[in-house]
């Protein structure tokens, strides 16, 4: 990543201290925590599937817990959405280019797993071009080319660094469906979650992500239980203040929020 993005990066994703991880429900967040673990060595030990936190089973609180893939508002994250809340805390290239709704269309639109894959420098040069396919299909990246190829090539070669990426977009620019299928033949969208054993499962090819990558792609082996039940809210910019007004007079507390549009947020709160 270009030094003048990365030094606007929370101090703890540069630190020495060991964080364990909370895996959401998706492969960004899965693919996100496999190199958090390699390079940081983070051990998952939460899953979030924004309806229950689950924690594992047996699991003593030893080392403060880094949110993956989730835009949480109060604790430490990586995330990728913009953000109606500014979470300091937050690893998350829109939050910290203070993307909102008024610059909306210059956001990050892409994956939690190439902000990590760029900070931290990992080397995708030796990668086949049907794995930097898969890159650029975690989270639909590749769309942010033609919604915006200006911004695309600014974020993808001169913030992020991965000019090879940015060359793919633009060689499928016209035949997006080679995305659509690498997707489909991973499986990629398919969801993680908690079966009636208490045990992570999905249908996402896992063992074919595996031998494309080179690298191992399994779920925690742990059995997790529930610790807290959130309710999901959507709304629109001019109902938010009301709203958490509502939550306060509750004694409720958000804890994640994202906009999916750029005058709509969803939120979840306990």
Known sequence: ?????????????RNNTIYN???SDDLDSLFSTILLNQIKGYE????YDFSNIYKAI??????????????????????????????????????VEDIDRYNYCSKFAGSTLLEITSLYDIDISMLSEEAKLVLLSVDSTFLMYNFNKDNCKKILVNVLELPELFELCKKYSNNQAKFYKVQDK???????????????????????????FGMSFILP?????????LHIEHLYDVQLDAFIKQLQE????????ARTRKN???????
């Not at 969208?189 to 054993?197: M, V």
């Not at 709509?264 to 306990?270: A, P």
Request: glycine share 2%; aromatic share 12%.
């Open 44 to 47: 998952v030990t939460h899953f």
């Open 1 to 13: 990543m270009n030094k003048k993005y990365a030094t606007k990066f929370p101090e703890w994703t």
């Open 21 to 23: 991880s909370c895996l």
């Open 186 to 212: 991973y499986k990629m969208k398919q969801k993680i979650h908690i079966n009636d054993d208490g045990m992570l499962e999905t249908s996402i090819d896992l063992e074919g992500l595996s031998k494309l």
């Open 264 to 270: 709509y947020i969803k939120l979840s709160y306990i």
């Open 221 to 229: 082996k742990n059995k997790f239980q529930a610790t807290h039940t």
């Open 58 to 95: 047996g699991y003593k609180q030893t080392n403060e817990v880094v949110a993956v893939d989730v835009d949480t508002i109060y604790t430490k994250c990586w995330s990728n959405h913009v953000v109606p809340f500014n979470n300091p805390d937050s690893a998350n290239l829109n939050q």
């Open 250 to 257: 509750n004694h409720k507390t958000i804890f994640s929020a």
